[in-house]
T-cell receptor, first 110, second 115 residues
């Protein structure tokens, strides 16, 4: 089983739509969770950290379900500029490294 | 906003040569990392560095690789005797500590092409 698993997509949705991604992780000792976005041939950029109680940042909402070991990202009112690959990222308590999922590609069409 | 900077942005090297990739982490950060991303694949952890020593490394980070913090600002990745399969984007990252969900901040990468 992969350490961090994501649906690769692509998700192709119209502007203004709501889209949601899920991510599962295998290590129950994982402590820190993040969503990054990566544009083509660019560096990963932090979108948001994911907190146990769930958190929201503008149009973006992240949820964590420790019992089922999954993380979700919801994007409301999607914009053309949201087109990117969304990377689910996990860190265990004993490690300094972070583990990346393979990413979910999102394409927003006008 | 402070950022991680990497040089060069693109490095072309003959197979078998040595290459040094340079990074300047965010100034008050204490943890430094190197990752690589082969074209079309996911970002992979190579090594983490804290307090002037390697704190963790992956199976990829074998004797061909080394890291160094030669002064107070630079963090370098050296790849000896480069192979074709070393061609990838190499990202440097830094974070201020490991607690409280602190994220890692990435530089914009060095594209390494081995010929």
């Amino acid at each position: 089983r992969k350490e961090v698993e994501q649906d690769p997509g692509p998700f192709n949705v119209p502007e203004g739509a709501t889209v949601a991604f899920n991510c599962t992780y295998s290590n129950s000792a994982s402590q820190s969770f993040f969503w990054y976005r990566q544009d083509c041939r660019k560096e990963p950029k932090l979108l948001m950290s994911v907190y146990s109680s769930g958190n929201e940042d503008g149009r973006f909402t992240a949820q964590l379900n420790r019992a089922s070991q999954y993380i979700s990202l919801l994007i409301r009112d999607s914009k053309l500029s949201d087109s990117a690959t969304y990377l689910c990222v996990v860190r265990s308590s004993s490690a300094s490294k972070i583990i990346f999922g393979s990413g979910t590609r999102l394409s927003i069409r006008p | 906003e402070p950022e991680v900077t990497q040089t060069p942005s693109h490095q072309v090297t003959q197979m078998g040569q040595e290459v040094i990739l340079r990074c300047v982490p965010i100034s008050n950060h204490l943890y430094f990392y190197w990752y690589r991303q082969i074209l079309g694949q996911k970002v992979e952890f190579l090594v983490s560095f804290y307090n002037n020593e390697i704190s963790e490394k992956s199976e990829i980070f074998d004797d061909q690789f080394s890291v160094e913090r030669p002064d107070g600002s630079n963090f370098t990745l050296k790849i000896r005797s480069t192979k074709l399969e070393d061609s990838a984007m190499y990202f440097c990252a830094s974070s201020d500590h490991l607690r409280n969900n602190q994220p890692q901040h990435f530089g914009d990468g060095t594209r390494l092409s081995i010929l």
